[in-house]
């Protein structure tokens, strides 16, 4: 039955309507009254056993009487069921940012310590006021180990360069996890990629552990193309989210509400960090993050207002046994090219000046580098095809001898070290020779030909008169088998290069000579 009286009148408006056969639907539209109310005093004048036609010929005054259930508490009771209530939503508010923590579970612990107390409907109805700030909203709240917003400030800091004295202003990149609001900032040179994965990567062994998923503000690092329903996620910070086992889920653009907490983190630097580094001057990047430490160590353990903890405590009690571990190793950053596989099963990678094999059922297709520090990843349509070590030497043939086809095995022994080192024995200009055709951008096997024609020759004549010609050859910039053979051949490696400035003219009866001219 209803708390609250909804008067004798209706009650007789509803034995009426019920006698000319209206529906309970019927009954709640034209009365106004919710189905529920409707239901629950049909229910009672049933249970009265007395006909429709008797109730209606009673007094207002007993079929109040009959139907109406007084309100058993006093202002007493309420006032202290109240009291118990409100004192009980703190703890209600903190419990339920942990994993599987539910209203309708709290609510249980409450009518088990409190058996008098709120049903779960003004439960909720009470909390939600309770909850309720200046702005009129129900503020949204985190599952612990959930969400980490980050956020660059507007604000930059600055530091001082010691040799020319230059002031160099700075990013400040601000995280902070969306159920303790537990808070990481620090300095970094730049927004791009490297600066950007390094701050997250600091962050997330600062907090110790890996949030559920990241939320960053759609900036280029992040994100290369927002859109409210498919984002598309830089792929470096992709890659770095895959190695942390997270997930990137941008903030809708023009939506502050999505990122609010860093939003609310981020002025709070303002007051906490840059007002109290305003006055002090910093000579390095590292200098200035140790002073941010510091201070940061302060604000987290600072108590929230008008509540006993702090980000610090609520952090240690709840998240951060709620975040999944970090991995054994920490993120390398990847450099991507496309590359197409030449005929000798090899793609060329031009940072390097090296060459890496593919399997021969490859060639003539374009296939993805992934290069970090120490390996060489080559993926075809999302499938890896080929791992290797990374070279750092130029001119090197990273091979695996299974990739190659039987027809090139003749030649697996060779390379550019092979060819160097040959050419060293015979001298310095034929070795700078061979490295300047290494280089040329053609085939390796056209390469090796051309190397081992020209070393070759150095059995045939003497090694002088080959170092000779790769001499007069290298002045002239020309590179090739052919050119060696030519010089040799006409015999200009034995002739001394021609000095155009200190020409003597040959005496002969067709030239004036200088008394022409006196």
């Given at each position: 039955m209803a708390n609250k009286s909804i008067g004798s009148v209706m009650i007789r408006e509803i034995i009426r309507m019920k006698d000319n056969g209206l529906s309970n639907n019927q009954i709640s539209k034209n009365l106004g009254k919710s189905r529920t109310t409707i239901i629950k005093y049909l229910g009672a004048i049933a249970a009265s056993e007395v006909c429709l036609k008797e109730l209606l010929e009673l007094k207002g005054e007993d079929l109040s009487e009959l139907f109406e259930v007084p309100n058993e508490l006093n202002p007493v009771n309420r006032e202290q069921i109240h009291k118990d209530l409100y004192s009980f939503f703190p703890y209600l508010e903190k419990e339920l940012k942990r994993v599987g923590?539910?209203?309708?579970?709290?609510?249980?612990?409450?009518?088990?310590?409190?058996?008098?107390?709120?049903?779960?409907?003004?439960?909720?109805e009470h909390y939600k006021k309770w909850s309720q700030k200046s702005e009129g909203y129900m503020p949204t709240t985190h599952k612990a180990g959930e969400k980490l917003f980050i956020d660059y400030a507007g604000k930059k800091l600055h530091i001082i360069d010691k040799e020319t004295g230059e002031i160099k202003p700075v990013e400040v990149f601000v995280a902070t996890l969306g159920s303790s609001q537990y808070t990481y900032v620090e300095a970094s040179f730049s927004q791009q990629i490297p600066d950007f994965i390094d701050s997250v990567q600091n962050c997330l062994h600062y907090l110790g552990g890996v949030p559920a998923c990241i939320i960053p503000d759609n900036l280029k690092s992040a994100v290369t193309k927002s859109n409210k329903y498919e984002p598309h996620i830089?792929?470096?910070?992709?890659?770095?989210?895959?190695?942390?086992?997270?997930?990137?889920?941008?903030?809708?653009?023009?939506?502050?509400?999505?990122?609010?907490?860093?939003?609310?983190?981020?002025?709070?630097?303002?007051?906490?960090?840059?007002?109290?580094?305003?006055?002090?001057?910093?000579?390095?990047?590292?200098?200035?993050?140790?002073?941010?430490?510091?201070?940061?160590?302060?604000?987290?353990?600072?108590?929230?207002?008008?509540?006993?903890?702090?980000?610090?405590?609520?952090?240690?009690?709840?998240?951060?046994?709620?975040?999944?571990?970090?991995?054994?190793?920490?993120?390398?950053?990847?450099?991507?090219?496309?590359?197409?596989?030449?005929?000798?099963?090899?793609?060329?990678?031009?940072?390097?000046?090296?060459?890496?094999?593919?399997?021969?059922?490859?060639?003539?297709?374009?296939?993805?580098?992934?290069?970090?520090?120490?390996?060489?990843?080559?993926?075809?349509?999302?499938?890896r095809i080929a791992l290797h070590p990374?070279?750092?030497?130029?001119?090197?043939?990273?091979?695996?001898?299974?990739?190659?086809?039987?027809?090139?095995?003749?030649?697996?022994?060779?390379?550019?070290?092979?060819?160097?080192?040959?050419?060293?024995?015979?001298?310095?200009?034929?070795?700078?020779?061979?490295?300047?055709?290494?280089?040329?951008?053609?085939?390796?096997?056209?390469?090796?030909?051309?190397?081992?024609?020209?070393?070759?020759?150095?059995?045939?004549?003497?090694?002088?008169?080959?170092?000779?010609?790769?001499?007069?050859?290298?002045?002239?910039?020309?590179?090739?088998?052919?050119?060696?053979?030519?010089?040799?051949?006409?015999?200009?490696?034995?002739?001394?290069?021609?000095?155009?400035?200190?020409?003597?003219?040959?005496?002969?009866?067709?030239?004036?000579?200088?008394?022409?001219?006196?």
């Open positions: 923590v539910t209203r309708h579970i709290l609510w249980g612990e409450y009518k088990a310590k409190h058996p008098e107390g709120v049903m779960y409907s003004q439960f909720c830089n792929e470096q910070f992709a890659c770095f989210a895959s190695h942390y086992n997270t997930s990137i889920m941008p903030a809708r653009a023009l939506k502050p509400k999505d990122k609010s907490f860093v939003e609310g983190a981020v002025n709070i630097t303002y007051t906490r960090i840059h007002a109290a580094l305003r006055d002090k001057e910093f000579y390095g990047i590292t200098e200035l993050n140790l002073a941010i430490k510091e201070l940061l160590l302060i604000y987290n353990q600072t108590p929230f207002q008008k509540k006993q903890h702090s980000r610090t405590g609520l952090f240690l009690e709840i998240e951060k046994d709620a975040l999944k571990p970090l991995p054994l190793e920490k993120y390398e950053l990847r450099d991507y090219k496309i590359a197409t596989v030449q005929k000798n099963c090899h793609v060329y990678y031009a940072a390097d000046k090296n060459y890496y094999s593919i399997p021969n059922a490859y060639i003539g297709k374009k296939v993805k580098l992934i290069l970090t520090q120490s390996i060489v990843e080559i993926y075809h349509h999302q499938a990374r070279s750092r030497k130029a001119y090197h043939y990273v091979t695996v001898k299974e990739h190659m086809p039987v027809s090139h095995t003749y030649n697996a022994d060779w390379s550019s070290e092979y060819f160097i080192t040959w050419a060293q024995k015979i001298g310095p200009w034929t070795k700078e020779y061979i490295e300047k055709i290494l280089d040329k951008k053609q085939y390796p096997e056209h390469s090796y030909k051309s190397c081992l024609g020209i070393l070759s020759m150095a059995a045939k004549i003497d090694k002088e008169r080959l170092n000779n010609a790769c001499k007069r050859a290298l002045s002239y910039d020309a590179v090739s088998y052919n050119s060696i053979k030519n010089i040799l051949e006409r015999g200009l490696d034995k002739e001394e290069e021609l000095d155009l400035f200190n020409v003597s003219l040959s005496n002969h009866d067709n030239i004036r000579g200088p008394e022409y001219y006196a």
